[in-house]
């Protein structure tokens, strides 16, 4: 899912490190959104709503919209279209309007 000889912008970038999503490693692209390391890798749902559980997946792409929120390294609501990747985040679904995990560290 990944453009990888664009006839403008040339070759992109290889995955270079991993990600974890929901317990399962993801290639992804040091620097890249967390939400363009997860649709490369086939991630469609990034978080359930708090009213009525429906799912949501990245929408706007600028940080503007509250979709593609998830739990990141334990913490909820973070928006992962603007968020880079680093090297070993965890990265959860979502549900509802989150909890901070107390357990992570």
Not at 23 to 48: H, M
Not at 61 to 78: A, E, F, L
Request: include cysteine; proline fraction near 7%; charged fraction near 25%.
């Amino acid at each position: 899912m990944r453009v990888e000889n664009h006839p403008i912008l040339g070759e992109s970038r290889q995955p270079d490190t991993y990600i974890y999503f929901d317990g399962k490693q993801i290639p992804a692209v040091t620097g890249e959104p967390v939400a363009a390391a997860l649709v490369a890798a086939g991630v469609r749902t990034f978080r359930y709503t708090a009213k009525k559980n429906q799912p949501r997946s990245l929408f706007c792409g600028i940080g503007r919209c509250n979709d593609c929120k998830m739990v990141v390294d334990g913490v909820p609501n973070v928006r992962t279209c603007v968020t880079p990747v680093r090297e070993g985040m965890d990265v959860r679904t979502q549900h509802g309007l989150g909890e901070e995990d107390v357990t992570h560290e």
